[in-house]
């Protein structure tokens, strides 16, 4: 299968951009209360305003060189990798493609398919890579992403994302969780297609 793979939030531990936030940034954000996947919404910045505030003064890089790597995630996508095409899928722009490669290497993950997409809108790349299946955090692409190509998505949870869901995307804790329903998808599909 080929499986896109969301990184912020998905492949990178969730509270990461929270803690950045808080550690350098002075915020007092209680992430178990985060409801809000937007950042500048803890702000008094309109979003632009707060992005460009972010590139200017080297945040943007900085919350991404100090972001940690979500639980389990290595030994699952390596596992993944040996009978999947895994490609990595992020509305981070190609601006930060240096510092975002980096990082993957720091933290030994796999690295065949980096598309970085400059906007939270992805249905694009799951059609032109004619993707099997998705993984994200943010309930808006999850959802969008099952509508428009129907294909399932694993949504990680998040206290951000926690809203009702469709049939065909399912919430998740952990990364072993996703192996689980990425073997039993697989199987499922190779009966179908027998
Ligand atoms: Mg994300």
Not at 122 to 148: C, P, T, W
Request: charged share 25%; aromatic share 10%; with cysteine.
């Amino acid at each position: 299968m080929h499986i896109g793979i969301d990184l912020d939030g998905t492949v990178t531990d969730p509270q990461s951009c929270f803690h950045y936030m808080n550690d350098a940034l002075g915020y007092t954000i209680d992430y178990q209360r985060a409801t809000e996947y937007e950042l500048h919404t803890y702000t008094t910045m309109t979003q632009h305003d707060f992005w460009k505030f972010m590139i200017e003064h080297g945040h943007e890089e900085e919350i991404y060189r100090r972001s940690l790597p979500h639980t389990e995630v290595s030994d699952v996508l390596w596992h993944m990798r040996k009978t999947h095409r895994l490609h990595y899928v992020t509305a981070r722009s190609e601006a930060v493609r240096s510092v975002t490669e980096d990082w993957i290497k720091q933290q030994a993950l796999p690295l065949d398919s980096l598309i970085m997409t400059g906007s939270h809108d992805k249905v694009g790349v799951v059609q032109d890579l004619s993707l099997d299946l998705f993984m994200e955090d943010r309930y808006e692409n999850a959802i969008s992403i099952h509508e428009q190509t129907e294909i399932p998505v694993l949504l990680f949870d998040a206290p951000y994302n926690r809203k009702p869901l469709p049939h065909g995307v399912k919430r998740i804790a952990s990364w072993k969780e996703a192996l689980h329903y990425v073997n039993r998808f697989e199987a499922n599909r190779s009966i179908s297609t027998r």
